[in-house]
């Protein structure tokens, strides 16, 4: 049965046979769906086209076929946020994280509203780093997997002095003081309130996320944290 009028953010778009693209968008009422996009490259194709670009809001039409669904016909909702720099990386990684952790064809209503403000920060917010582990944090909760972020394994609220590891399963698990990969119990605390943490406690959130992440994303890692990872070895070596 065709699908009409359903809103979705592009994520991704990559070329499919000579005139044609493959998309991946997360949809309001279907999750993520993947459709084929058919003769797009022609010249008379450039809107529909352009419609189909990472970041992108838009409305179609789509014919449902198994995991490749084909796209009928689409329109972009708005203009693009201008996403460029570091923020462009940060949007691929947040793309990547969504495809590969977020199962086709089911509904994800919670992560579809997370995303139009998601956009709008990644283009104006002034702490990237900020961005990411609230959305890190936000895609947890909406996929099911969050933790108590505030909480230890006996429902205590963390001390904000002590370091604290994040365990995939339990949440904070106090750990050794100056223990590699934990933070502060501020910095989970400040977490849980959406309140920003200093700078060091901001930056020390980033392994135990990425720690949870990668326990549910298996042995694959992602590209976009090798892309990281490259950048920042190149800004050390410039330094």
Not at 74 to 87: H, L, N, S
């Amino acid at each position: 049965m065709r699908v009409e009028d359903q809103p979705a953010y592009v994520l991704h778009a990559r070329p499919w046979r000579e005139t044609s693209l493959i998309v991946d968008t997360l949809s309001r009422d279907h999750g993520r769906v993947s459709l084929v996009a058919r003769g797009v490259s022609g010249p008379k194709r450039h809107a529909q086209r352009a419609a189909l670009q990472p970041l992108q809001s838009v409305r179609m039409d789509y014919l449902p076929r198994g995991e490749l669904a084909r796209l009928v016909a689409v329109e972009a909702m708005d203009a693009t946020p201008a996403v460029a720099g570091d923020a462009l990386l940060g949007a691929f990684y947040v793309n990547e994280l969504i495809l590969r952790l977020c199962p086709r064809h089911e509904p994800q209503r919670q992560l579809w509203e997370l995303y139009g403000p998601l956009r709008r920060a990644l283009a104006e917010s002034a702490s990237l780093a900020w961005t990411l582990r609230r959305f890190e944090r936000d895609l947890l909760d909406a996929l099911g997997f969050g933790l108590p972020w505030d909480r230890d394994v006996a429902g205590e609220e963390l001390d904000p002095d002590a370091d604290y590891r994040l365990d995939a399963e339990l949440g904070p698990v106090l750990a050794a003081r100056g223990a590699h990969g934990a933070a502060k119990g501020a910095a989970w605390l400040a977490l849980a309130r959406d309140e920003v943490p200093t700078p060091d406690q901001l930056a020390s959130l980033r392994p135990g996320l990425r720690s949870v992440l990668a326990a549910h994303l298996g042995p694959q890692p992602l590209r976009s944290w090798g892309l990281m990872g490259e950048l920042a070895r190149v800004r050390t070596g410039a330094d």
